[in-house]
Nanobody, 119 residues
Framework: QVQLVESGGGLVQPGGSLRLSCAAS????????MGWYRQAPGKQRELVAH???????NYADSVKGRFTISRDNAKRTVYLQMNTLKPEDTAVYYC?????????????WGQGTQVTVAS
């Protein structure tokens, strides 16, 4: 059974930094795209950043220049380094990945981790 487990959320002051991690586990043959999404109260879930296996990335305009997505394929882990955090970055952050596993190809979500930016 494939699982994505996030860590690294928490409370941080405006201007601060956090690093989120998401590790994939289970019977996995390969992982294609990995990404981070977020959902603030009363809003739709939105893409934050996305990274392909070979490294190409894309970011939401609201986080460009402040957030960096990276991945360690050997560890099956994707990271999101968040700098210069703003109150509007407050949301539940979800990891997402396209994974080829024993049960076939599927799109998977983590359980989410809360990020709160407040003074």
């Amino acid at each position: 059974q494939v699982q994505l487990v996030e860590s690294g959320g928490g409370l941080v002051q405006p201007g601060g930094s956090l690093r989120l991690s998401c590790a994939a586990s289970g019977s996995i043959f390969s992982i294609n795209a990995m990404g981070w999404y977020r959902q603030a109260p009363g809003k739709q879930r939105e893409l934050v950043a996305h990274i392909m296996t070979g490294g190409p990335t894309n970011y939401a305009d609201s986080v460009k220049g402040r957030f960096t997505i990276s991945r360690d394929n050997a560890k099956r882990t994707v990271y999101l380094q968040m700098n210069t955090l703003k109150p509007e970055d407050t949301a539940v952050y979800y990891c997402n990945a396209d994974i080829w596993g024993r049960d076939g190809v599927g799109n998977y979500w983590g359980q989410g981790t809360q990020v709160t930016v407040a003074s």
